[in-house]
């Protein structure tokens, strides 16, 4: 009875403010393009890339000694914490996943990865938020520095109590041709960021429609539920920690993007919640100390475009045209392929 109730409700409200959802939905639409999609989509299929390749990494290394006894991690998942630094959120959790699912990580190396292989990438951070939103440079290079030094720090809380890994990990299958790992590198990468595209859309939608319902509504919902918006929302009010703190949290429309992932690789939601508020608090306290420390001037520039003009120059057209030609290779039958 309650389900129906919601349906319905969901049902009128989407009739009655069908005219703001559309507009939302289209400001999603503007935001993925402008900014999500180039921003990331290269990072993915590099990702996907380097996981799939089944690159050796040295354990005799000091730098791979230091990370696998602080983070009690096998050196191969040395690659995927550098790529989640800078690929953006989806890099470092799909590169978890193809550990995971080719037999390279155990359960408990695979929290220890969840916890901390979530950041937002210096292009997003130093362009779209701190140069776009808060009008330096400067201010972008203090969230990638607070969310990356409490993201390490997460880590370490994560590996406490953890046994080292041992000696002997389960063999990888052999790494496949290289064109046939660029294909399905280039394949996964356009799933993962269509689906990126239509949860923005999503809570772009919904929040237009309850603005028009409720009016302005708390900054707490922009800042927990979409981390473009929240950080817009910060930058409005010159709040660099607190950028910091939503860019670390990464709002529940990336979550949401994340939950196939962690489903699949069994990691309950809660548990990489906890984490992620860990991570939040972290780095507003981090983020805080370095704004005094070093002092960036920041003002409220918001020239990232989240509404209007879909403004698309000539790499984003050959992203959008590189992402509809994989999905539609990807989802043709198996006959229109082989001829």
Known sequence: MLMIAMVALTAVFLLARAESIADGVGEGIVLAVNQVIPSLYPFLILTSFLSRQNIFI??????VRIFTRLFKLPPHCLISAVMAAVGGFPAGLKMTEELRQSGRLTDVQTRIMTACCFHAGPAFLITAVGQNMFGSRKAGLLLMSSTLLSSFITGLIAAV?????????????????????????????????????????????????????FGTLPSVMYLLAEVTTGCMRCAERTSLPMAAAACAFGGFCVHCQMLPILVNIKIKYRYFLRYRFIHSLLAYGICLILEKIFAPAVTASLSVHSGGELLLSVPQLLLLGTISAVLIWDTAPKRQKDD
Do not use: H
């Open 58 to 63: 040295s354990e005799n290394n000091r730098i």
């Open 161 to 213: 109590g953890k046994e080292a890994p041992k000696e002997q990990m389960p063999q990888a299958p052999a790494a496949a041709s290289l064109s046939e790992t660029l294909v399905d590198s280039v394949t996964a990468a356009a799933k993962a960021m269509y689906a990126a595209c239509i949860w923005i859309c999503i809570f772009m939608g919904v929040f237009r429609g309850l603005e028009a319902v």
